[in-house]
């Protein structure tokens, strides 16, 4: 059997085209389908339906009884009254009076036997804080009120101690940089002397120059509470600053 086939016919050519028109038409079948409502069937195409009618139960009021206690009943009256006289013998205290006239003299019988001898304690030795001593201990050279000679006592002892003081010493034992505080605790006794030097630091070293720098404190004028001589506790803050 021999195939027709027309020469000319070139198919070829048209197959871009046939491809474009297949899948714009798969596009609009798509689009169509999606784009399709669809409509709830109203109650008529249900059928014939069934309406059940709920029975409604009448429910009774009901009152809440509270039942209501008699009150007790009195007590029962005693059946024997005494009968209490109220006639009394009542004994009244005379007070006499303490009042005096100023005319009358008044004697007192004393004797010298009969009047006991006082001794003062003495007053044991004291320490009392620099900020609320009566009479401050009086560096040597100030002069003033008690204000002044305080003051002036608080600028001679930062002035000895800035000049005195090896402050390349925290330097040298390889502190980290920063303020370095040492305080520094004594007493002026009720001579005048600074005695009990005591120091806090951040090394041994610090500790012991500023007990040797507060020892070199000349001698001062002691210091007094109630007008006596009495020790007075100082505390000294020293600020070194490591580079």
Same mark, same amino acid.
């Given at each position: 059997?021999?195939?027709?086939?027309?020469?000319?016919?070139? =198919?070829?050519?048209? !197959?871009?085209?046939?491809?474009?028109?297949?899948?714009?038409? +798969?596009?609009?079948?798509?689009?169509? /389908?999606? %784009?399709?409502? !669809?409509?709830?069937?109203?109650?008529?195409?249900?059928?014939? +339906?069934?309406?059940?009618? %709920?029975?409604?139960?009448?429910?009774?009021?009901?009152?809440?009884?509270?039942?209501?206690?008699?009150?007790?009943?009195?007590? #029962? *009256?005693?059946?024997?009254?005494?009968i209490v006289?109220? %006639?009394?013998?009542?004994? @009244? $205290?005379?007070? @006499?009076?303490?009042?005096?006239?100023?005319?009358? *003299?008044?004697?007192?019988?004393?004797?010298?036997?009969?009047?006991? @001898?006082?001794?003062?304690?003495?007053?044991?030795? &004291?320490?009392? #804080?620099? /900020?609320?001593?009566?009479?401050?201990?009086?560096?040597?050279?100030?002069?003033?009120?008690k204000a002044?000679?305080?003051?002036? &006592?608080? *600028?001679?002892?930062?002035?000895?101690? !800035?000049?005195?003081?090896?402050?390349?010493? *925290?330097?040298?034992?390889?502190? !980290?940089?920063?303020?370095?505080?040492?305080?520094?605790?004594?007493?002026?006794?009720?001579?005048?002397?600074?005695?009990?030097?005591? /120091?806090?630091?951040?090394?041994?070293? =610090?500790?012991?120059? /500023?007990?040797?720098?507060?020892? &070199?404190?000349?001698? &001062?004028?002691?210091?007094?509470?109630?007008g006596r #001589?009495?020790?007075?506790?100082?505390?000294?803050?020293? $600020?070194?600053?490591? %580079?």
């Amino acid at each position: 059997m021999l195939v027709k086939k027309y020469k000319k016919a070139r =198919l070829t050519p048209y !197959s871009k085209l046939f491809f474009q028109l297949g899948l714009i038409l +798969t596009l609009i079948i798509i689009y169509i /389908a999606l %784009e399709w409502k !669809s409509f709830d069937r109203g109650i008529n195409e249900l059928g014939q +339906t069934i309406f059940q009618i %709920e029975e409604v139960e009448e429910i009774p009021i009901t009152e809440r009884i509270i039942e209501v206690k008699p009150p007790p009943p009195p007590p #029962p *009256a005693p059946q024997i009254i005494e009968i209490v006289s109220d %006639e009394l013998e009542i004994i @009244e $205290t005379i007070l @006499e009076s303490t009042e005096t006239d100023e005319g009358e *003299a008044i004697k007192i019988d004393y004797s010298i036997d009969d009047i006991d @001898e006082i001794i003062e304690d003495e007053i044991v030795d &004291m320490e009392v #804080p620099f /900020a609320i001593i009566e009479e401050p201990p009086v560096y040597p050279g100030c002069t003033g009120t008690k204000a002044q000679k305080k003051k002036c &006592m608080v *600028a001679k002892i930062t002035k000895l101690v !800035s000049r005195k003081y090896n402050t390349g010493l *925290a330097g040298d034992l390889g502190l !980290s940089p920063g303020k370095k505080r040492v305080y520094v605790q004594f007493k002026i006794d009720k001579t005048g002397k600074v005695v009990n030097v005591r /120091a806090r630091g951040p090394h041994k070293r =610090l500790e012991k120059e /500023a007990i040797r720098v507060v020892n &070199m404190i000349p001698k &001062m004028t002691p210091g007094k509470q109630r007008g006596r #001589p009495v020790g007075v506790k100082y505390t000294l803050p020293i $600020t070194l600053i490591v %580079e």
